[in-house]
């Protein structure tokens, strides 16, 4: 990505090398909670879920420090501060109101959030409760080496993904959904799920589309990055790469094939509204 010096986000909130404790027996944590945790990375379970039933922390340290000055973390800065003018323009022109922007907190190992114990093992995730991503960098080399989705724009769509969720959550369409939620059965609470993800898949490709536009950041090769992230994280590959089988039922993100078709489907019109899953007949 071409980001080169443009400014940097001050809502990147840095809590690495904070010490966490969870509940349980001496502080550690249980064995079921790795599993879940892992379940989560693996299988696209909504991290809220998880998040939920976790142990509680009993002891941490809440200092927040201003992120260090590393390549790294000017990138995800810059990316961060990408989405913020590029959703603020779209709210600006779709007439939504003011652009609330989210923080961006870099954690390592586990760290509190208002959904409850956010874990490294859970990937990067949104907590509405709080208007905040969480990220814990190593997940950029877990992509890198077991997912074989390395590049600076991979990464980002990340982020952009993650930011997609608030922009939700700004929408309404997170509270109609955990609405809709509460009279269905497990097959169509994950249906849900699948929509909601498919659709911040969509809006992701409708900020690189905004910032290209704008800021000409993209580079050749950037949107096979961001193709190749959506398709390596899909329900199916992950579960056939854990398990050697897919099970439809339980897909909560959608398929690789569906990950990336709407991630291409906003990048090429550049409309929220062409990203409404919500309506869509077929995925």
């Known amino acids: 990505m071409r980001l080169g010096n443009s400014r940097q986000s001050s809502n990147v909130e840095d809590r690495r090398g904070q010490r966490m404790r969870l509940g349980g027996r001496g502080g550690k944590i249980g064995l079921g ?36 000055d590393t390549p790294e973390i000017q ?25 609330q922007e989210p923080k961006l907190v870099l954690f390592t190992g586990a760290t509190p959030t208002a959904c409850g ?3 490294s093992a859970m990937g990067p995730f949104y907590c509405p409760g709080d208007s905040k991503v969480y990220l814990d960098l190593s997940f950029f080399q877990e992509m890198a080496q077991q997912l074989d989705s390395p590049g600076d724009f991979a990464q980002a769509y990340v982020i952009a993904h993650e ?32 929509r909601v993800e498919l659709q911040a898949d969509c809006l992701a490709g409708v900020w690189a589309n905004h910032s290209n536009t704008q800021r000409g950041t993209l580079e ?42 709407w991630f291409k489907r906003g990048f090429e019109s550049g409309d929220p509204g062409q990203c409404n899953t919500f309506n869509a007949q077929a995925l």
């Open 33 to 68: 909670t790795i599993v879940l945790a892992l379940v989560a990375m693996y299988f696209g379970i909504d991290p809220s879920v998880v998040l939920q039933n976790a142990t509680e922390p009993v002891e941490t340290q809440t200092t927040v420090s201003v992120p260090a």
């Open 163 to 194: 930011v997609a969720h608030h922009v939700q959550h700004l929408l309404g369409v997170t509270d109609q959904v955990d609405e809709a939620r509460r009279g269905a059965g497990a097959a169509a609470a994950n249906q849900l799920s699948v």
């Open 117 to 119: 114990t956010g874990q």
């Open 220 to 261: 050749p090769g950037d949107i096979e990055e961001g193709l190749n992230a959506a398709s390596a994280i899909g329900d199916d590959t992950l579960q056939k790469r854990a398990q050697g089988y897919v099970v439809p039922d339980s897909f909560t993100h959608g398929t690789s094939a569906q990950r990336v078709r």
């Open 75 to 99: 990138f995800v800065s810059r990316v961060l501060a990408d989405t913020e003018d590029v959703w603020g323009a779209v709210f600006r022109q779709q007439g939504a109101g003011a652009y």
